[in-house]
């Protein structure tokens, strides 16, 4: 039998959370347009797309998986991750926190607090319970000396 490719729903992909959220986003600043600040949101932009990369790294290079559609491979507590928890979930609202900055600021008061509800229930809360079954001494450890955001 052959390997087949996994199929993967849409919703079940953290970055097509992303993807709506800053859809979303861009609908409210053409249905409400008003001034932006373009050059903070793309430092913001910027700054989150850096900290995904900075995540990644470390998690390829303690050979964890950064797919989180996938059962977690190492429990990695070494560089962005002794700050957050989640540093590319971290990322992804900062970045959506950027666009909403460009395209339209009053939207992150909504968009932004609802994107990071959405992806603690729906992703991280299943992710830290997988990463906690695997090295459960290691995680309670983990969990006491860092916050799952910031």
Do not use: K
Request: charged share 20%.
């Amino acid at each position: 039998m052959t390997d087949l490719p996994r199929r993967i729903d849409p919703l079940s992909w953290p970055p097509s959370w992303l993807a709506l959220f800053a859809l979303a986003a861009w609908i409210a600043g053409r249905l409400w347009p008003m001034a932006t600040w373009p050059r903070a949101g793309g430092a913001l932009v910027a700054l989150g797309l850096a900290l995904m990369a900075a995540a990644a790294l470390t998690m390829m290079r303690a050979g964890a998986t950064v797919d989180p559609t996938r059962e977690p491979t190492a429990l990695v507590t070494h560089g962005v991750f002794r700050w957050s928890r989640n540093p590319i979930y971290l990322a992804d609202a900062v970045i959506l926190l950027g666009l909403c900055l460009i395209w339209q600021p009053l939207a992150a008061l909504v968009l932004v607090p609802g994107f990071v509800l959405a992806i603690t229930r729906r992703f991280i809360r299943r992710e830290e319970a997988r990463l906690r079954a695997r090295d459960p001494a290691g995680f309670a450890r983990w969990a006491a000396r860092t916050r799952r955001w910031l």
